[in-house]
């Protein structure tokens, strides 16, 4: 069993991601591009309210990645002209990792994976894995806005061996569990720790996890 702590979702308009970033970093994240910039948003909230942590690893994913950058790095492509270094840049979806060690918490291990919606209970497993050599785990789900003017996601939270309010472990059967997907499953667990009551299971591509308030 291990516990989860400071679930933090962040849900923003795309018009809005520059002026928050640049309140919250000021301009030091103005050429890593759209996907990097909004990890940064998200995985920075969650720290701030996350207990004291030893060695950290960094696990996120996405469906689509950096896809903004990767359409821009396309159409310059498809100019005819060489793709601009910081487009180039931008495309690359485990930057956050860099950028964050820059801030003054360097990850000890770090990944970036994609994974399909329903497949989210897999983070938590490999997480839990990655905790036999590291304190705690940032966790996260990061998706651009689809649209234009579409909302950009970047939900995360902490799981460590360590002794929390909220402990979660994986369930043998799925049945009983509620379905949920990688873009909801964090946003319930967050909404639920308000007042939590009963245990809440959850369950996505046949695996399913339980949270319960306490040990």
């Known amino acids: 069993m291990i ?3 400071a679930p933090t979702v962040v849900r923003i308009g ?3 991601l520059a002026p928050r970033v640049r309140a919250r970093f000021g301009g030091e994240l103005r050429r890593a591009g759209t996907f990097a910039q909004l990890c940064l948003l998200g ?3 969650c720290l701030d309210a996350a207990p004291p942590r030893g060695a950290l690893g960094m696990l996120w994913a996405s469906s689509r990645g950096a896809v903004g950058a990767a359409r821009t790095a396309l159409a310059e492509a498809a100019n005819g002209e060489p793709v601009m270094p910081f487009t180039l840049v931008a495309t690359l979806p485990h930057l956050a990792a860099t950028l964050l060690a820059q801030r ?9 994976v994609h994974i399909a919606p329903p497949d989210w209970p897999s983070l ?3 997480a839990q894995a990655w905790l036999t050599g590291c304190e705690q785990v940032l ?4 998706e651009e806005a689809a649209e234009k003017h579409g909302t950009h996601q970047s939900d995360w939270c902490v799981l460590q061996k360590e002794p929390g309010e909220l402990s979660c472990e994986p369930l043998r059967e799925a049945r009983g569990a ?3 997907t990688s873009a909801d499953w964090l946003a319930r667990v967050a909404a639920w720790t308000a007042a939590p009551r009963e245990p809440l299971a959850l369950r996505g591509g046949g695996e399913a996890w339980r949270f319960a308030a306490g040990r």
């Open 139 to 142: 966790l996260g789900w990061v």
């Open 3 to 5: 516990t989860l702590a």
């Open 14 to 16: 795309a018009a809005e």
């Open 124 to 126: 938590l497993g490999l």
């Open 43 to 45: 995985a920075q909230a």
């Open 104 to 112: 003054g918490a360097p990850p000890t291990r770090a990944a970036f």
């Open 178 to 180: 509620l379905p949920a």
